[in-house]
């Protein structure tokens, strides 16, 4: 599907979901990358080992998310905004998504924007908590938005609507 479409399929989504018992533990990294490709900066920006260091350039990540901690050095060096840190403890109804964001305008820091899934379809309304812009090139914008958990498996980004601006 991902070959045909470039839509992951939802077996290889719940592939790179953590357990539910890691989830409810914190912030967590969700590696959605497929394809072998000659890339490697998620594993070379995390500095807590928590993706294995790549024996061949085109090796997929291997994330071990017992070590992770949601740092998100890894989101924002990735080049195929494949990354996300899912937060499942942020409340007791909505599960936070820090996610890479490279359109412009970006959203405003407590504007309600509207939540696609992986077919780019909408799916929610969602408040966004954070937006991170560094100043650093090379580095994706991350925005943080709140999101009803029932969408925790299907939720993958955003769209700024009209009044989000
Ligand atoms: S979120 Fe931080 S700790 Fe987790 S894999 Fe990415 S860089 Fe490593
Ligand atoms: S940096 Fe991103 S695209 Fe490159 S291997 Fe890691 S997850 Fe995949």
């Given at each position: 599907?991902?070959e045909?479409?470039?839509v992951?399929s939802?077996?290889?989504?719940?592939?790179?979901f953590?357990?539910?018992?890691?989830?409810?533990?914190?912030?967590?990294?969700v590696?959605?990358?497929?394809?072998r490709?000659?890339?490697?900066?998620?594993?070379?920006?995390?500095?807590?080992?928590?993706?294995?260091?790549?024996?061949?350039?085109?090796?997929?990540?291997?994330?071990?998310?017992?070590?992770?901690?949601?740092?998100?050095?890894?989101?924002?060096?990735?080049?195929?905004?494949?990354?996300?840190?899912?937060?499942?403890?942020y409340?007791?109804?909505?599960?936070?998504?820090?996610?890479?964001?490279?359109?412009l305008?970006?959203?405003?820091?407590g504007?309600?924007?509207?939540?696609l899934d992986r077919?780019?379809?909408?799916?929610?309304?969602?408040?966004?908590?954070?937006?991170?812009?560094?100043?650093?090139?090379?580095?994706?914008?991350?925005?943080t938005?709140?999101?009803?958990?029932?969408?925790?498996?299907?939720?993958?980004?955003?769209?700024?609507?009209?009044?989000?601006?």
């Amino acid at each position: 599907m991902l070959e045909k479409t470039g839509v992951a399929s939802e077996e290889q989504v719940a592939k790179s979901f953590p357990s539910m018992e890691r989830l409810e533990k914190g912030p967590v990294a969700v590696i959605e990358c497929f394809q072998r490709i000659p890339c490697n900066p998620c594993a070379t920006s995390c500095k807590r080992g928590a993706i294995a260091p790549f024996v061949d350039i085109n090796d997929l990540p291997n994330l071990n998310d017992q070590k992770c901690n949601g740092c998100s050095l890894c989101v924002f060096n990735c080049p195929g905004l494949a990354i996300m840190v899912v937060d499942y403890t942020y409340s007791e109804t909505q599960v936070s998504f820090k996610i890479p964001y490279e359109f412009l305008p970006l959203p405003i820091e407590g504007s309600v924007v509207t939540g696609l899934d992986r077919n780019g379809d909408g799916i929610c309304n969602c408040h966004v908590l954070k937006v991170t812009n560094s100043k650093i090139m090379d580095r994706t914008p991350l925005v943080t938005v709140a999101v009803d958990k029932k969408h925790l498996m299907t939720f993958r980004n955003i769209k700024v609507v009209q009044d989000g601006r």
